[in-house]
């Protein structure tokens, strides 16, 4: 599933080490806002090693790819939004190579002219 959004929030950072396997684990969770008529808040989060490799700030427009999983415990349901892609939309301007590769318009230059005439 892919969600679209500008990033409001960034949650702190969360690590431990892992009871079974003694290995440490981190865990970056982020407040993502849609951009439809209605925005709706998404709190996804960042696992492992993806933390390190998707760097984001708030304000950054970004398009997530994650995967949507519900548990229960106690007889309450948990759901998580975890994300395995996250691609930055990039809002600026058109390249300026992309300008400059229009020529400009050539120049006029009658020269020296022995003609009398206007036109």
């Known amino acids: 599933m892919e969600i679209k959004g500008r990033i409001v ?3 702190p950072l969360q690590s431990g080490v892992s009871q079974s396997s003694g290995r440490e684990w981190k865990k970056q969770e982020y407040i993502l806002e849609t951009g439809e008529q209605y925005p709706r808040k998404v709190c996804f989060q960042l696992f492992g090693d993806r933390v390190d490799q998707f ?3 708030v304000g ?19 759901t998580n939004v975890s ?8 809002m600026t301007a058109p390249a300026a190579g992309v300008e400059g590769s229009v020529p400009p318009p050539p120049s006029f230059d009658p020269g020296p002219s022995d003609d009398d005439l206007p036109f």
Do not use: F
């Open 55 to 57: 760097p984001m700030s």
């Open 9 to 11: 929030q960034i949650l």
């Open 83 to 90: 994300a395995w892609k996250i691609d930055k939309v990039n």
């Open 60 to 78: 950054d427009e970004v398009v997530v790819s994650c995967d949507i999983e519900s548990r229960e415990y106690n007889g309450r349901w948990y």
